[in-house]
């Protein structure tokens, strides 16, 4: 073995003959693309700090080195009481269960069933509806091409989520997904395709959770959402998971002629978490709402990248991250708005506000503009800074305690974001899990 | 007189510049750079051991950087670097009165205003000719207060200690790649002292300009405020066009003690086959004040960030920018802060317009470091695009590590507004001049911050360019 070529973030564990394993079963042309998506993997240098994206992340710490691929159990899958617990009592038109590489559970209403809204595990519904899934699976949103980590997911995604709305169907109430990992050293690829036809609407919310853990544990996914003309679409990622997690999520929005596709991004678990997400607003008059929340403790590390194309006239997108700092942590945020010459009347802004609550926090800000269009309307805004003594003081002087009155003040500055995302029960499930962590 | 036929009539034509006048060098190194060259610009200056060893560990270093990745494109640069002269020498003997000055030189100034600001009472003239000082005055009145503003090499060969202890601390050779290049062939700029406690009332004023063919230009600027005094150092400068790309790679160091106040104003008017890439940085010392105010009209590319680094408590930066982008120029500038000392203080304002084919990008940092007690800053851009195929990016970097400090970014882009044009053409204003008034408007805050003859000529040049632009 002295003379074989070593290839950069390929292991035993893995390498081409797991891309070989999970096409097992699959058609031919989903073989193919896995195994093309594991050439690229190969091809692709792994990522340094050198280079702009990584600058600020130890790219390291999503290494393969340390874990091992999380194999399917099948229909031997155990689902914990705590993954359970997640999803009951919560208003759904459709619930997903994860644990690990499989998909242990799904149900979606009656009704939608019969209007044909397809709720699957992607591969099966890569079998039953291929036209669908071909043309839309890591195709124009998130090919192996787009990176190390897309290639890497595009070979080795397992626990695939496939959510089809058809034409003018209204789904009311959300799809809630919970991503659940239960071992320990284990590395899970979970991919998400959602496409909504002209005119419908659905809101998409998942969930990411786990036990706290020891040793590093990974979590490498891709998300790609299609909104057709008129469709309304809102997606939720909610990153809770355990102490040792470490955190890679790609996203991809695709907004078509007059359609709205918002994003929430909420990250406050793990030990690392990377969140690239690009909304590529394609057709005229669409829009896109980009909400991101964080709240860092102890040694946590939050990267987001995000990236606002604007590729046609007339559309909008207006992203507003907002994160709180305690501890050591570190956060960044680097955004680009991106005017392609063709974009005129593009509205885009663009919004980053740290709160740093301790000596030892650091937040890093890189709010970019690209404009190569005249007639537009584009800012943004960034800052980083502490509680308002003066707001502190008049709450204390109402006579609340330091303690609530700081509470308070964080809740009014996330409140920012939350009054902003069209789903109730989503917010109040936000609400007590930030009121949890400000203790 | 309509205005449009009386900016025509101040001659600020296409390029007010574009002349050449038939100057002999008297000394000219190869073409290209090599450890030889490098020895025979030391051996020429009659420089002391240090500095020959400073220029050719400096060498070493620009020979080790890879060339930058980022910011404006350099990729025909290094073709560039080959083909220019390192150093040209225009006279053996430092000018001290204007009427040794050799006749073609007086031409070349003639046609700058040179004589005119040499006229004023108040102005001191160091004016850079080719690679050099070649014409140097300085008021008696400065020398009395003594205040030292003599050539670099001056400074070098008369106050020997003065400057060994500063030169290199403030940008080292290592800082990056061009910084290495400027210390192993710098040659020309100013030396400035000014000593505790006084004040100069009148601006420093250095005017170059840069001549023959493929010359490369590396001025090297040390200043010295000491404690408690005040100053203002101006520098402008001008270039021919040529047909071959032309490289302009400065150093400027400055140190700003205690309770000292310091502006230093540029105004680049390269033309516009010219690569500018300048390091600016200012040590800002203890309830000491660095202002910059940075004015970027020519070049092909010019990649320039003047910085303040502020490491005594209560020091505080200031950095105003105006970048003017026309077709084919591509401004890359911006600043950068950092706070390193409690309660220290930065603001940075920049504003750009991107015309034509032109791109204008800010790229800035704010770095708080760590005990930075209660640092604050404040950046705002705005960006004024006139055509649709003009670009305009922001990059700024905010790295803050200090819990205590209170940091703000703004930017925003916009066009010249319909209805703004609407308003002041039913007062009567042609579109032109209605464009003009508004670009105007949009760059005062930091044209009124000029010295009166560069905010006169900056609204003439603007009306120039806003001819026929829009509509």
Same mark, same amino acid.
């Given at each position: 073995?002295?003379?074989?070529?070593?290839?950069?973030?390929?292991?035993?564990?893995?390498?081409?003959?797991?891309?070989?394993?999970r096409?097992?079963?699959?058609?031919?042309?989903?073989?193919?693309?896995?195994?093309?998506?594991?050439?690229?993997?190969?091809?692709?240098?792994?990522?340094?700090?050198?280079?702009?994206?990584?600058?600020?992340?130890?790219?390291?710490?999503?290494?393969?080195?340390?874990?091992?691929?999380?194999?399917?159990a099948?229909?031997?899958?155990?689902?914990?009481?705590?993954?359970?617990?997640r999803? #009951?009592?919560?208003?759904?038109?459709?619930?997903?269960?994860?644990?690990?590489?499989?998909?242990?559970?799904?149900?979606?209403?009656?009704?939608?069933?019969?209007?044909?809204?397809?709720?699957?595990?992607?591969?099966a519904?890569?079998?039953?509806?291929?036209? $669908?899934?071909?043309?839309?699976?890591?195709?124009?949103?998130?090919?192996?091409?787009?990176? &190390?980590?897309?290639?890497?997911?595009?070979?080795?995604?397992?626990?695939?989520?496939?959510?089809?709305?058809?034409?003018?169907?209204?789904?009311?109430e959300?799809?809630?997904?919970?991503?659940?990992?239960?071992?320990?050293?284990?590395?899970?690829?979970?991919?998400?395709?959602?496409?909504?036809e002209?005119?419908?609407?659905?809101?998409?919310?998942?969930?990411?959770?786990s036990p706290?853990?020891?040793?590093?544990?990974?979590?490498?996914?891709?998300?790609?959402?299609?909104?057709?003309?008129?469709?309304?679409?809102?997606?939720?990622?909610?990153?809770?998971?355990?102490?040792?997690?470490?955190? $890679?999520s790609?996203?991809?929005?695709?907004?078509?002629k007059?359609?709205?596709?918002?994003?929430?991004?909420?990250?406050?678990?793990?030990?690392?978490?990377?969140?690239?997400?690009?909304?590529?607003?394609?057709?005229?008059?669409?829009?896109?709402?980009?909400?991101?929340?964080?709240?860092?403790?102890?040694?946590?590390?939050?990267?987001?990248?995000?990236?606002?194309?604007?590729?046609?006239?007339?559309?909008?997108?207006?992203l507003?991250?907002?994160?709180?700092?305690?501890?050591?942590?570190?956060?960044?945020?680097?955004?680009?708005?991106?005017?392609?010459?063709?974009?005129?009347?593009?509205d885009?802004?663009?919004?980053?506000?740290?709160?740093?609550?301790?000596?030892?926090?650091?937040?890093? +800000?890189?709010p970019?503009?690209?404009i190569?269009?005249?007639?537009?309307?584009?800012?943004?805004?960034?800052?980083?800074?502490?509680?308002?003594?003066?707001?502190?003081?008049?709450?204390?002087?109402?006579?609340?305690t330091?303690?609530?009155?700081?509470?308070?003040?964080?809740?009014?500055f996330?409140?920012?974001?939350? #009054?902003r995302?069209?789903?109730?029960?989503?917010?109040?499930e936000?609400?007590?899990?930030?009121?949890?962590?400000?203790? | 007189?309509?205005?449009n036929?009386l900016?025509?009539?101040?001659?600020?034509?296409?390029?007010?510049y574009?002349?050449?006048?038939?100057a002999?060098?008297?000394?000219?190194?190869?073409?290209?750079?090599?450890?030889?060259?490098?020895?025979?610009?030391?051996?020429?200056?009659?420089?002391?051991?240090?500095?020959?060893?400073?220029?050719?560990?400096?060498?070493?270093?620009?020979?080790? &950087?890879?060339m930058?990745?980022?910011?404006?494109?350099?990729?025909d640069?290094?073709?560039?670097?080959?083909?220019?002269?390192?150093? $040209?020498?225009?006279?053996?003997q430092m000018?001290r009165s204007?009427?040794?000055?050799?006749?073609?030189?007086?031409?070349?100034?003639?046609?700058?205003?040179?004589?005119e600001a040499?006229?004023?009472?108040?102005?001191?003239?160091?004016?850079q000719?080719?690679?050099?000082?070649?014409?140097?005055?300085?008021?008696?009145?400065?020398?009395e207060?003594?205040?030292?503003?003599?050539?670099?090499?001056?400074?070098?060969?008369?106050y020997?200690?003065?400057?060994?202890e500063?030169?290199g601390t403030?940008?080292?050779?290592?800082?990056? &790649?061009?910084a290495?290049?400027? +210390?192993?062939?710098?040659?020309?700029?100013?030396?400035?002292?000014?000593?505790?406690?006084?004040?100069?009332?009148?601006?420093?004023?250095?005017?170059?300009?840069?001549?023959?063919?493929?010359?490369?230009q590396f001025?090297r600027?040390?200043?010295?405020?000491?404690?408690?005094?005040q100053?203002?150092?101006?520098?402008?400068?001008?270039?021919?066009?040529?047909?071959?790309?032309?490289?302009?790679?400065?150093?400027?160091?400055?140190?700003?003690?205690?309770g000292?106040?310091?502006r230093?104003?540029?105004?680049?008017?390269?033309?516009?086959?010219?690569?500018n890439?300048?390091?600016?940085?200012?040590?800002?010392?203890?309830?000491?004040?660095?202002?910059?105010?940075?004015?970027n009209?020519?070049?092909?590319?010019?990649?320039?960030?003047?910085?303040?680094?502020?490491?005594?408590?209560g020091?505080?930066?200031?950095i105003?920018?105006?970048?003017?982008?026309?077709?084919?120029?591509?401004?890359?500038?911006?600043?950068?802060?950092?706070?390193a000392?409690?309660?220290?203080?930065?603001?940075?304002?920049?504003?750009?317009?991107?015309?034509?084919?032109?791109?204008?990008?800010?790229?800035?940092?704010?770095?708080?470091?760590?005990?930075?007690?209660?640092?604050?800053?404040?950046?705002?851009?705005?960006?004024?695009?006139?055509?649709?195929?003009?670009?305009?990016?922001?990059?700024?970097?905010?790295?803050?590590?200090?819990?205590?400090?209170?940091?703000?970014?703004?930017?925003?882009?916009?066009?010249?507004?319909?209805?703004?044009?609407f308003?002041?053409?039913?007062?009567?204003?042609?579109?032109?001049?209605?464009?003009?008034?508004?670009?105007?408007?949009?760059?005062?805050?930091?044209? &009124?911050?000029?010295?009166?003859?560069?905010?006169v000529?900056?609204?003439r040049?603007?009306?120039?360019?806003?001819?026929? +632009?829009?509509?």
């Amino acid at each position: 073995m002295a003379n074989t070529m070593v290839i950069e973030g390929v292991t035993a564990a893995f390498n081409r003959g797991a891309a070989e394993a999970r096409a097992a079963g699959s058609p031919e042309w989903l073989r193919e693309k896995r195994l093309h998506a594991w050439q690229v993997y190969e091809e692709t240098p792994f990522p340094t700090r050198k280079v702009e994206e990584w600058r600020y992340t130890d790219v390291s710490q999503f290494s393969l080195e340390s874990v091992r691929l999380a194999e399917r159990a099948g229909a031997g899958v155990v689902v914990p009481a705590a993954a359970r617990a997640r999803l #009951e009592g919560k208003k759904a038109a459709g619930r997903v269960l994860v644990v690990g590489a499989d998909v242990a559970a799904i149900e979606l209403d009656e009704e939608l069933r019969a209007k044909g809204v397809i709720l699957a595990d992607l591969a099966a519904a890569a079998e039953t509806h291929p036209d $669908l899934v071909m043309t839309h699976l890591g195709t124009k949103a998130l090919p192996a091409e787009a990176g &190390k980590f897309a290639a890497l997911n595009g070979a080795l995604w397992a626990s695939g989520i496939f959510l089809y709305v058809p034409r003018g169907v209204r789904v009311e109430e959300p799809i809630r997904v919970v991503r659940w990992i239960e071992e320990e050293g284990t590395a899970v690829f979970p991919r998400t395709l959602i496409i909504a036809e002209a005119q419908s609407h659905v809101a998409y919310v998942e969930e990411f959770a786990s036990p706290d853990f020891e040793a590093p544990t990974l979590s490498c996914g891709v998300v790609e959402v299609f909104a057709r003309d008129g469709a309304d679409v809102q997606y939720v990622a909610l990153q809770q998971w355990g102490k040792g997690v470490r955190h $890679l999520s790609l996203q991809k929005t695709i907004a078509e002629k007059d359609s709205n596709l918002d994003t929430l991004v909420v990250n406050l678990g793990g030990s690392v978490a990377r969140v690239d997400l690009g909304a590529r607003l394609e057709g005229t008059g669409s829009r896109s709402d980009m909400l991101g929340l964080y709240f860092a403790t102890g040694d946590q590390h939050f990267d987001h990248n995000t990236r606002q194309d604007h590729v046609v006239p007339h559309a909008t997108s207006d992203l507003l991250y907002k994160g709180a700092l305690y501890d050591r942590s570190k956060t960044v945020f680097r955004g680009i708005i991106r005017v392609h010459p063709k974009a005129q009347k593009t509205d885009a802004y663009q919004t980053n506000r740290n709160l740093l609550l301790s000596p030892d926090a650091e937040a890093v +800000s890189l709010p970019n503009l690209e404009i190569e269009a005249d007639d537009v309307r584009c800012s943004h805004g960034s800052t980083v800074g502490q509680l308002n003594e003066e707001e502190l003081f008049y709450l204390m002087s109402r006579g609340l305690t330091r303690q609530a009155a700081e509470r308070l003040v964080i809740f009014g500055f996330f409140g920012e974001v939350l #009054e902003r995302l069209p789903l109730p029960d989503v917010v109040e499930e936000l609400k007590t899990a930030i009121a949890a962590r400000i203790g | 007189m309509p205005q449009n036929e009386l900016v025509t009539s101040l001659g600020l034509d296409e390029y007010k510049y574009h002349f050449i006048t038939q100057a002999k060098p008297v000394f000219k190194a190869q073409r290209g750079l090599s450890e030889e060259v490098v020895r025979q610009i030391s051996a020429h200056k009659e420089e002391p051991e240090w500095m020959l060893k400073f220029r050719l560990k400096a060498l070493e270093i620009y020979y080790s &950087k890879p060339m930058p990745t980022w910011g404006g494109d350099l990729s025909d640069l290094e073709e560039t670097l080959d083909q220019i002269y390192y150093y $040209l020498k225009p006279q053996d003997q430092m000018e001290r009165s204007w009427e040794d000055v050799p006749p073609e030189i007086k031409e070349t100034f003639e046609k700058l205003g040179i004589p005119e600001a040499e006229r004023k009472v108040l102005a001191g003239v160091g004016a850079q000719y080719e690679s050099e000082m070649v014409y140097h005055s300085l008021k008696k009145e400065w020398e009395e207060q003594g205040i030292i503003f003599e050539s670099i090499e001056n400074g070098l060969k008369l106050y020997p200690e003065l400057f060994r202890e500063y030169f290199g601390t403030v940008v080292p050779a290592a800082d990056n &790649k061009f910084a290495a290049l400027n +210390s192993a062939v710098w040659s020309g700029g100013s030396f400035v002292y000014i000593p505790k406690g006084v004040k100069v009332e009148a601006p420093l004023q250095a005017y170059f300009r840069v001549n023959a063919e493929q010359l490369g230009q590396f001025e090297r600027t040390l200043i010295i405020a000491d404690e408690g005094s005040q100053a203002h150092y101006i520098e402008g400068c001008t270039a021919p066009v040529y047909s071959t790309d032309s490289f302009h790679s400065g150093v400027i160091e400055i140190i700003v003690k205690k309770g000292a106040r310091f502006r230093y104003t540029t105004i680049q008017n390269w033309s516009k086959n010219m690569y500018n890439l300048v390091t600016q940085r200012a040590l800002v010392h203890e309830d000491a004040h660095m202002e910059w105010l940075d004015g970027n009209l020519g070049s092909k590319l010019t990649m320039k960030y003047p910085s303040c680094y502020l490491i005594g408590k209560g020091a505080h930066g200031q950095i105003l920018s105006i970048g003017y982008a026309g077709d084919g120029q591509h401004q890359d500038t911006g600043g950068k802060v950092i706070h390193a000392a409690p309660y220290t203080t930065s603001q940075v304002i920049s504003k750009s317009i991107s015309k034509g084919t032109g791109r204008a990008s800010y790229r800035g940092l704010v770095k708080v470091y760590e005990g930075a007690t209660g640092a604050k800053s404040n950046v705002e851009c705005d960006a004024l695009l006139i055509n649709d195929t003009s670009r305009t990016d922001t990059f700024p970097y905010i790295e803050i590590e200090e819990h205590t400090a209170n940091v703000g970014h703004e930017a925003s882009v916009s066009k010249i507004g319909e209805e703004q044009l609407f308003y002041l053409m039913s007062r009567g204003l042609s579109e032109d001049e209605a464009a003009a008034m508004i670009v105007r408007g949009f760059i005062e805050p930091i044209a &009124k911050e000029l010295p009166l003859e560069y905010a006169v000529e900056l609204n003439r040049l603007i009306e120039l360019e806003m001819e026929g +632009s829009v509509g």
